[in-house]
């Protein structure tokens, strides 16, 4: 079987992610003896330089003739001075979302056993560990409703976006928070704001309602603003956060944090067909890019949630995560995910790369 992935680096530190990426690919490949065709494509800033727009249309039908799309990141300062919609997040990442349907985004972020110093949290509370499943809800809410705008003049100049989430879109979200409790620690936690806003309200009776289907998975309901505390407090008590679009991209950068860096979190955005664009949860990294201290894993762990969910090769993407853990267990780090004194030891972005491809040759 031969499958094609089409590959959209973008800005930043994403092709220099992406190279790792590639790296560790092309060791699964040759272990387990896989035919994978790559396509690469400029994406967002890179492609507003080279094409003048953020998504050509050449990058669009490449995907579209993909199997899957391994994408990087997008924006950064240079690009921020144009019209919102030209700019690489509006003008290219949320419309690749929309065009593909993306609407489920999992994120999944666990402080693996050992590696508790590498959170920022109180030792008491990292000691206890945790494993979280982000299930962002990707294409709804207050992301893409319309009117989105500015009117007026002066003073009296206002700017306004709409949030808004049919039953059918809470609804198949929901489903699939459900069901991924089901298969870990069978329980839900739905984040939402119901004690202000209309779209919450509806959020929480339709979960309530999706809830009767799944007698064995446990549901909690909880407010944004508590739920980004109850995180640092008790992360461990926690297993599916189910959210909408906005809270789950807040919530995601903290349980990325919470593990020891955004450079952790990877990401599979995903329609109901098995489409599917994967990416780190992390952006561009302007402050860092260009000097190789990038962390590749969330790229990398991002390449295997590819194998996994689009191309159905379970053996090649956990080999990767294993490799992974490989590292991150011999204290392979990058910088960000060390104390200043312990700085001198941390690894590029390159060797991080090496590391864990070698790892996948040898088979751990
Ligand atoms: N999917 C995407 O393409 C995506 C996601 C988020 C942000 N962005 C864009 O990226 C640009 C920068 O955004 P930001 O600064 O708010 O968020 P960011 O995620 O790029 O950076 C936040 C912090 O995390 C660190 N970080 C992120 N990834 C890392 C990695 N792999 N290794 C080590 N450290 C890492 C950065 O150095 C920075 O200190 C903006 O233009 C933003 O819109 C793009
Ligand atoms: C870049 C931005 C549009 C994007 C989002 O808000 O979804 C990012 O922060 C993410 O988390 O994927
Ligand atoms: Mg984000």
Redesign the pocket.
């Known amino acids: 079987m031969s499958y094609q992935v089409a590959v959209l680096a973008?800005d930043?530190?994403g092709p220099e992610?992406m190279a790792e990426a590639r790296k560790v690919l092309k060791e699964v490949e040759a272990r387990f003896e896989l035919d994978i065709e790559y396509a690469e494509y400029d994406v967002g800033g890179i492609a507003i330089d080279n094409h003048g727009c953020p998504l050509p249309d050449s990058t669009l039908k490449g995907c579209e003739a993909s199997d899957a799309v391994l994408?990087g990141?997008?924006?950064?300062p240079k690009w921020e001075h144009l019209a919102p919609n030209d700019q690489?997040?509006r003008g290219a990442?949320l419309p690749l979302r929309g065009h593909f349907d993306l609407f489920c985004n999992l994120r999944p972020a666990k402080l693996h056993a050992g590696l508790e110093h590498m959170s920022p949290l109180r030792s008491d509370i990292s000691s206890r560990g945790f494993d979280v499943l982000c299930v962002r809800e990707l294409t709804g809410g207050i992301y893409f409703g319309k009117p989105k705008g500015r009117q007026g003049e002066g003073a009296d100049e206002e700017a306004f976006d709409t949030m808004r989430y049919s039953r059918r879109e809470i609804e198949r979200i929901a489903r699939i928070a459900f069901e991924a409790a089901q298969g870990r620690s069978k329980k839900v936690t739905s984040v939402d704001k119901a004690n202000v806003l209309a779209c919450s309200v509806l959020w929480r009776e339709v979960v309530e309602g999706v809830a009767q289907d799944f007698p064995d998975v446990e549901l909690e309901h909880i407010y944004i603003d508590n739920a980004t505390m109850q995180l640092l407090r008790r992360p461990n008590e926690f297993d599916v956060m189910l959210c909408s679009n906005l809270f789950g991209d807040i919530i995601s950068d903290e349980i990325a944090m919470l593990t020891g860096?955004?450079?952790l979190l990877s990401s599979a955005s995903l329609n109901s067909s098995g489409f599917g664009m994967y990416?780190?949860a992390?952006?561009?990294?302007?402050?860092?890019a260009g000097q190789g201290i990038?962390?590749p894993v969330?790229q990398i762990l991002s390449a295997a949630l590819l194998l996994r969910h689009s191309l159905k090769l379970e053996d090649a993407a956990s080999a990767i995560e294993r490799a992974v853990s490989k590292a991150l267990s011999a204290g392979y780090l990058?910088g960000?995910l060390l104390s200043s004194d312990e700085r001198h030891n941390a690894k590029s972005t390159s060797e991080m790369g090496d590391f864990i491809a070698n790892a996948v040759k040898e088979g751990v």
């Open positions: 973008g930043g530190i992610v994408f990141s997008v924006g950064g690489p997040e990442l860096s955004m450079g990416e780190p992390g952006g561009s990294a302007p402050d860092i990038a962390n969330a990058t960000e």
